[in-house]
């Protein structure tokens, strides 16, 4: 019989960004367990090695089944005090260390994110760039300066435009601006000025008119702008528009914004990508 | 002798943040090797698998020393593929689930997070809330709304504030507001009234005076606002407002978004916490 709720922590001498995702995609393949978790970031000394070590052990005791410990750090001393804390480990620097160091013919370095200090000065500041470019393109306020864009994503009101865009920059450096369509763009079948210049750089965000009934009765309940007849009227017409100018779209409808952004990453051909800055566990 | 290059394949069944993050996390150990990443999202097909396969073994026929496969793949049947393209292979999946499966026991689902589909839609709404509302607090173009911000960030121009407050809400769903502290604020050594009602939720960003001028030069060479002198003088005057009125503060001269965001998260104890939405890897 499974045990259907377990604790698990999260150890990382970091961020806990790696820990993160690497936990959660490995528990999403457990369903029916209720996961709770405990955040434990930058548990990069001894001190704080031993004080998460017990208190990963007292949970131990109280509950009927052992926690899961999910961790990524480089020290291993501090891995040990970890392992010892009777929790059911996986640990990234563990299991892949030794074999990438046998692969690589080098030693690691053995520091864990956190302390090797040093930001790449040049990608930090284009990271930053591209979220003010994007603040700055945001919604159609201003298009004069869709030459430096990467991107252009173009959509009726609440498609997930905007948030796309702030991803696509602080993850990737992209500059991505955004452009809101509009029901007379659409009847006259024809992208507006600003666009035409740019058509290469455009890409459509696209949704179910039920979801987007639902996202913009939030917004504004009970208004023409939220009623499913406008939704699907200005769903249909915006399909329409990208068919007609033949722009790449995508259907977000059930789709996160990290899916939304790496899917037009994947899609359009951008080369730029993730450089992780230093601390990445 | 070791190799100085190798290039690294990255294959995902989905947004490839966890192989990114987890090859990063584990690449970074090892300096004086130039890693050229190739990345591959949403292989998800055993056609797409066989197509990456191929293009992992053309690289280990030109390439001197065999390339690195870092992967996060669901379905057995893609990993057998990919292990098959000769690369050094490792992948979380093939590690981890039999154990967590032992663990846990319970039959994993082995459908990739691209795939089970139905988003959380509460969640999504309260992330997406959380970017809205940082882009309408941001600045201190508007305080109105402060009493429903879980974090108010605070600091002179350019230490990082917006990106921040963005991160936070992109990925915590934190409500983060941010107010700029200005020449004046400071020389009173008191909180402009509009900060004082929030007095809890208040915390500080700070960074060295060089780094400051670097980052204004880039965006106002040559100005008063980005020489160096000026640059102290309002470094030394905030830090002073921030012990004055005991606002915690934060030094982000060395750290990324992710290390301010996450940094803030741990000592402010705010309680939000990510919830990855589906895909996870």
């Given at each position: 019989m499974a045990n259907l709720a377990r604790t698990v922590f999260l150890v990382s001498d970091s961020t806990g960004i790696t820990t993160e995702s690497f936990s959660h995609s490995l528990l999403?393949?457990?369903?029916?367990i209720e996961f709770n978790f405990v955040h434990m970031r930058y548990v990069d000394s001894m001190s704080k090695a031993r004080e998460a070590a017990a208190q990963i052990a007292a949970a131990g005791k109280e509950q009927e089944a052992r926690p899961l410990v999910f961790s990524t750090l480089v020290d291993a001393e501090l891995r040990r005090v970890i392992a010892a804390s009777g929790g059911a480990w996986y640990d990234l620097f563990e299991t892949y260390l030794a074999p990438l160091q046998q692969e690589l013919q080098m030693e690691p370095r053995h520091v864990s994110g956190r302390t090797h200090g040093v930001i790449d000065d040049r990608f930090y500041t284009a990271r930053i760039d591209a979220v003010n470019f994007s603040l700055q393109n945001d919604?159609?306020?201003?298009?004069?300066h869709y030459s430096e864009a990467d991107i252009i994503l173009v959509g009726v009101s609440r498609t997930g435009k905007t948030p796309t865009c702030l991803y696509l920059a602080l993850h990737y450096g992209v500059y991505a601006a955004n452009f809101p369509i509009t029901e007379d763009d659409c009847l006259a079948l024809r992208l507006p000025a600003a666009l035409q210049r740019h058509r290469e750089k455009l890409f459509g965000l696209t949704i179910d008119a039920e979801r987007l009934q639902r996202i913009r009765s939030q917004r504004r309940a009970d208004s023409r702008y939220a009623s499913l007849s406008q939704c699907r009227r200005e769903i249909q017409l915006a399909e329409e528009l990208f068919a007609a100018t033949r722009i790449p779209y995508l259907?977000?409808?059930?789709?996160s914004v990290e899916e939304i952004a790496t899917t037009i990453l994947n899609r359009s051909g951008l080369r730029k990508e993730a450089r992780p800055a230093p601390a990445g566990s």
């Open positions: 999403s393949q457990f369903a029916h919604d159609g306020v201003s298009t004069r259907d977000t409808t059930t789709m």
